[in-house]
């Protein structure tokens, strides 16, 4: 039977606590410098995978508020063009500028009124109603509801309201050439108390800005 070494026992136990030791204390160290890790890196991180990229909104008005015009008419820009020229039928239909408009006068039993300094000449109606209508269109209107008496434009004395929503209308194109479209558009009345008109609405690119080639009084 052979004699045990004690010593060597003892030498042997010693390096292995030590050893063990040793690595417990650097598990500790490594674990410590992981969980200490900046801040800022991980919120960048995070940042960088929730930021997403907004595309502006066309805008079809200067930042005075000045009409530009449409370059590309599609199903967006429709409706914008519509709103617009709504707004130039209503201010011509109701005489321009109440400040500026003269005064009424009667003609065969009916009761006309002056359009404002703006607008009272041929000239004047025709640029101004030509930034958004083609010139047939615009000229189809003046000549069935606008007169000239004593130099000055004049018109039959009416304040009709819209009851229909052009800011809500959609539109679906029905046909299209390289100069001209025709859209379907489909406009809610206000709050929606009658069932939505449908109109069809033509349109046609003049020196590169699309203008509408329907009469106003046809639309509103």
Not at 155 to 173: G, H, I, P
Request: hydrophobic share 35%; no cysteine; proline share 3%.
């Amino acid at each position: 039977m052979k004699k045990v070494n004690k010593l060597a026992i003892g030498t042997w136990a010693l390096t292995a606590l030590v050893t063990a030791s040793l690595y417990s204390a650097h598990s500790v160290q490594a674990a410590s410098a992981t969980s200490t890790l900046p801040a800022a890196s991980t919120s960048k991180a995070m940042t960088s995978t929730t930021t997403t990229a907004t595309t502006p909104a066309v805008s079809y008005y200067t930042k005075d508020g000045v009409w530009t015009g449409v370059k590309k008419l599609n199903h967006d820009s429709v409706t914008p063009l519509i709103v617009e020229a709504e707004k130039r039928y209503v201010y011509t239909s109701t005489g321009g500028k109440t400040s500026t408009t003269d005064s009424t006068f009667s003609l065969n039993n009916k009761t006309y009124r002056y359009l404002s300094t703006d607008i009272n000449t041929h000239a004047k109606l025709l640029a101004y109603l030509t930034e958004t209508y083609t010139k047939q269109a615009s000229e189809a209107y003046i000549q069935k509801y606008v007169i000239e008496n004593n130099g000055k434009l004049a018109q039959v004395v009416s304040n009709e309201d819209s009851k229909l929503e052009f800011n809500r209308s959609t539109a679906k194109m029905i046909s299209m050439t390289d100069t001209t479209r025709v859209y379907r558009l489909t406009v809610p009345y206000v709050k929606d108390a009658q069932p939505v008109e449908r109109m069809l609405v033509k349109f046609e690119l003049v020196d590169g800005l699309w203008k509408i080639n329907t009469s106003p009084s046809a639309l509103f």
